[in-house]
């Protein structure tokens, strides 16, 4: 069974930093697409970062560019979001999920539970 834990969340200052991680079980990180996606208050959620399976290509949203990266611990089966520079735009619950289409345009299929992110002063 497909699981997916996400934690490191908290209540930061703009311009800090953070990182999140993503426990996975049930499955490889190396098979599957594996992403982040966010949901601020009253808006819709949307994709922030993922990595494909395939060709291990990254993709970020434009408005993170710069500030967040990506990454995966094969071994651990964890995947992280490095968080820097954070502005209170970025306030959101942020979601872990995974593809079984190994590319991340294929969309994803299980989701965690989500972290919640606060920035602000």
């Known amino acids: 069974q497909v699981q997916l834990v996400e934690s490191g969340g908290d209540l930061v200052q703009p311009g800090g930093s953070l990182r999140l991680s993503c426990a996975a079980s049930?499955?490889?990180?190396?098979?599957?697409?594996i992403g982040w996606f966010r949901q601020a208050p009253g808006k819709e959620r949307e994709g922030v970062s993922c990595i494909s399976a395939s060709d291990g290509g990254t993709y970020y949203a434009d408005s993170v560019k710069g500030r967040f990266t990506i990454s995966k611990d094969n071994a651990k089966n964890i995947l992280f979001l490095q968080m820097n520079n954070l502005k209170p735009d970025d306030t959101a619950v942020y979601y872990c999920?995974?593809?079984?289409?190994?590319?991340?345009?294929?969309?994803?299929?299980?989701w965690g539970y989500g972290t919640l992110v606060i920035v602000s002063s």
């Open positions: 999920a995974a593809g079984e289409g190994r590319l991340c345009k294929y969309g994803m299929d299980h």
């Open positions: 049930g499955f490889t990180l190396d098979d599957y697409a």
